[in-house]
């Protein structure tokens, strides 16, 4: 890599580690590209230089959650692919051991949960581009329709749904517990919500 590309590179940095500190702050509604600036110690033009605006900025932040977590996906189904039930339980419990200990995931989490209003009337794209992974929810709705085929989704559940109910389950433990890190321990009680989440969505195949 060239110095200046390098530079280059350090430089966005900067301007998103700026934004994830200033939106945990104040909030992505109250948060400007001045104030951005002035955190990161560069002018508006290298922010533009970097991103279209600030919805462009807040989706590239978001990577830092998606990445992750399209990881997690990808590197349980190459693993245990052939067993639906036992990939869902991987990635729930491994999704939530990142969240517990990947303190830049936490952070990119928070906002997410916690510093995106809905009020952007400025910025309507940053409330279409809030949603985590449209690949790892793709990767998971495929779990369940093998479920489906196995037997083992329940009855009253369409993969589609089940996949909902899984992603929405998680993401209220995720909400709750970064509104107080320090309120109970969420790695000490991971299995056990997992446990629950499973036996809601699965049931088991008797012969």
């Known amino acids: 890599m060239s110095r200046r590309k390098a530079d280059a590179e350090r430089t966005r940095e900067t301007i998103l580690d700026a934004a994830e500190t200033t939106f945990l702050a104040q909030g ?9 600036a002035q955190a990161a110690g560069v002018t508006r033009g290298a922010i533009y230089w970097h991103f279209e605006d600030k919805a462009a900025l ?37 999704s939530l051991a990142a969240i517990s200990h990947d303190l830049p995931l936490q952070r990119a989490a ?4 916690h ?5 952007e009337e400025e910025h309507p794209r940053i409330c279409m581009i809030t949603r985590l992974s449209e690949h ?17 989704l329940r009855a009253d559940l369409t993969p589609a749904s089940a ?3 899984f992603h929405g ?16 321990s969420l790695a000490d009680e991971s299995s056990g919500i997992v446990e629950t989440l499973m036996r809601g969505l699965l049931v088991e195949n008797k012969p």
């Open 28 to 36: 992505v509604s109250r948060t400007t590209l001045a104030h951005i």
């Open 58 to 94: 807040f989706d590239a932040l978001l990577e830092r959650v998606r990445v992750p977590l399209d990881e997690i996906v990808d590197e349980v189904v190459a693993r245990l692919g052939s067993a639906p039930a036992d990939c869902l339980r991987e990635i729930a419990l491994r």
């Open 110 to 113: 928070t906002i997410v949960l």
């Open 115 to 119: 510093r995106c209003e809905k009020l």
């Open 136 to 152: 790892a929810e793709a990767r998971v709705e495929q779990l369940f329709e093998q479920a489906q085929v196995a037997g083992t």
């Open 163 to 165: 996949r909902r109910q």
């Open 169 to 184: 389950f998680l993401i209220g433990v995720c909400f709750d517990w970064l509104q107080d890190t320090q309120q109970h």
